[in-house]
């Protein structure tokens, strides 16, 4: 398999990002949302701490992702595709982009107003974005929770609509993205 994307195909490197991602993210998704409903106790501190550390992850990773969706030719839609389609489809990638940022920042923003600077893993702590304060503590908290649950919308919507290509319309849409 080639590693750069072509005309036609995704390229190994586009594809180990798109699964590892998706893994991820539907995974911290999971998790936030199994987190918030637990008792206040050890387990929920435990996964908080997961929950920050892997959400730095897909942070670096969407960085990556970003400079080689720049640096990549993207694979082209089908010709057969309406156009409204069409824009669907790259609007729903580049807002894709967006959440997989916003996301992991505005957490980082709900850690600083708590007054803690999120850990790497034990490897390095990041920064405090803003000084603690409660009232920006429930804002951001407030704007990650949405985010997370409009990211859950178009992560259902985004996969409803490569079902549709392979069975539907039977085109190669969802096959490029696996081999």
Same mark, same amino acid.
């Given at each position: ?6 005309? %036609? ?10 699964? $590892?991602?998706? +893994? *991820? ?7 936030? +949302?199994?987190?918030?409903?637990? !008792? %206040?106790?050890? @387990?929920?501190?435990?996964? /908080? ?11 670096? *990773?969407?960085?990556?992702? +970003?400079?080689?969706? +720049? =640096? %990549?030719?993207? !694979? =082209? ?17 580049? *807002? ?7 996301? !992991? ?12 600077? !999120? =850990?790497?893993?034990?490897? /390095?702590?990041?920064?405090?974005? $803003? ?15 949405? *985010?997370?649950?409009?990211?859950? &919308? ?7 609509? &490569? ?9 190669? $849409? @969802?096959?490029?993205?696996? =081999?």
């Amino acid at each position: 398999m080639q590693l750069t994307n072509t005309q %036609n195909r995704y390229g190994s490197i586009n594809i180990l990002l798109h699964w $590892v991602m998706a +893994i *991820l993210i539907i995974g911290m998704l999971a998790l936030g +949302i199994y987190m918030t409903g637990l !008792p %206040n106790n050890a @387990l929920k501190l435990k996964l /908080f701490g997961w929950h920050k550390e892997f959400g730095i992850l897909v942070l670096m *990773l969407v960085c990556v992702r +970003i400079v080689w969706r +720049i =640096s %990549n030719v993207l !694979p =082209s839609l089908p010709t057969a595709m309406p156009y409204w389609e069409q824009f669907a489809a790259r609007f729903v990638h580049w *807002l894709f982009y967006l959440l997989m940022f916003a996301m !992991p920042i505005t957490g980082w923003l709900v850690t600083s107003a708590a007054g803690i600077g !999120p =850990s790497f893993f034990g490897l /390095f702590v990041l920064p405090t974005l $803003v000084a603690p304060d409660e009232k920006l503590l429930h804002l951001f908290a407030f704007i990650h929770k949405w *985010l997370g649950y409009g990211l859950i &919308a178009i992560i259902c919507g985004h996969v409803a609509a &490569a079902l549709k290509h392979h069975f539907i319309n039977k085109d190669d $849409v @969802l096959r490029r993205i696996f =081999s």
